[in-house]
């Protein structure tokens, strides 16, 4: 007869309570920021990473002092992991402005006479340039859309797969307000998107003629995607599914989609995403002589200053341009 060992390990530390400020931090977040369902999420994990820091110091987060906050950071900074130096401190300067704001509120409620975090220094973020994929390869997925949208065995989610890539390049939607889109968004003649981006805030993005044409050959398919027997009004998504639990096309299925579509098109499938096409949209768009405002709108950007980041994209290619052909930088190469 075999007998097992129990696995051995550290005793796990028990959760703290959680904490009725934190609660009402978040609550303030959604009631009067109108912050999305993610975003409260991704506060309320650092925050409780924060709380069991500090529950092994003996801590509460309502009473933590500076010196226990630098403590929790400098906790950060000397994580092993394999995750590169700019994610991490992307994540240290994340987690700090959580911990800020919530601090903040617990000052302007009357809850805390001083904010233990306001001495704390951010990391600093180096600049962090999106990836972008050429005009060329954007045909190439888009040619290779258009073949799945041609072949009977595939037709439905060929027509889908197109429709998605040429609205998400014509638009620039995020790719969560791209798979969430009511069936209703669509407006004036399909000429347009009416989009509610973050904190519910609504914009109009026009749509494009390929756009428009590849969303009236997808209506015309889209029933292929609903769940049969059950009323048009419980299936109001414009990119229903028959299997997600939201009854929507999810992103992560979006991106595995656009990542088979990037191998058959013999693009490196680690090159491109939702978001990537994203960036596409804007930089090529900027490339063409847009106005930086109008893209900012489009794009749903609260501050021009995320939507200059594009514009450092177009100095970069410019001085490789300058450099690859101008006839001076040519005769500098020969003579050096």
């Known amino acids: ?9 550290r005793p796990r530390k028990p959760k703290p309570a959680p904490s009725p400020q934190v ?3 978040l609550d303030m977040l959604t009631a009067e920021r109108a912050a999305a369902a993610n975003t409260r999420q991704a506060y309320q994990r650092d925050l409780a990473d924060l709380v069991l820091f500090l529950s092994g110091r003996g801590c509460a987060l309502e009473t933590a002092s500076t010196d226990d906050l630098r403590g929790y950071f400098d906790h950060l900074a000397a994580q092993p992991g394999a995750r590169a130096a700019s994610t991490a401190v992307r994540t240290v300067a994340r987690r700090l402005s959580a911990v800020r704001q919530f601090y903040r509120f617990m000052t302007s409620e009357g809850l805390r006479a001083d904010d233990p975090s306001s001495t704390i220094d951010s990391p600093k973020l180096g600049r962090s340039l999106p990836k972008i994929l050429t005009e ?3 045909e190439r997925l888009l040619a290779e859309a ?3 949208a041609r072949d009977p065995d595939r ?3 060929g027509i889908r797969l197109v429709a998605l890539l040429e609205t998400l390049y014509a638009t620039g939607l995020r790719v969560s307000e791209l798979v969430g889109l009511p069936r209703t968004a669509i407006v004036h003649d399909h000429r347009f998107l009416m989009v509610r981006g973050k904190g519910g805030k609504e914009r109009m993005v026009p749509l494009s003629e390929p756009a428009r044409e590849a969303l009236d050959a997808y209506l015309k398919v889209r029933g292929h995607f609903l769940v049969s027997g059950r009323e048009a009004k419980q299936q109001p998504w414009l990119f229903p599914s028959r299997i997600a639990r939201n009854g929507y096309l999810t ?3 979006f991106a595995q989609l656009l990542k088979e579509l990037a191998q058959e098109a013999g693009i490196d499938p680690t090159k491109v995403s939702p978001h990537v096409l994203r960036h596409a949209f804007a930089t090529h768009l900027l490339t063409h002589g847009a106005d930086l405002r109008a893209v900012q709108k489009m794009l749903g950007h609260a501050d021009i200053a995320t939507t200059q980041i594009y514009t450092h994209i177009l100095g970069d290619r410019l001085t490789r341009t300058v450099e690859d052909h101008h006839p001076l ?3 500098a190469r020969k003579s050096a």
């Open 1 to 9: 007869m075999s007998t097992t060992t129990p696995r051995r390990g």
């Open 23 to 25: 609660e009402a931090f």
């Open 136 to 138: 060329e390869e954007v």
């Open 146 to 148: 258009t073949a799945r």
């Open 155 to 157: 037709a439905p989610e």
């Open 251 to 253: 992103r992560q299925r």
């Open 329 to 331: 930088a040519r005769r």
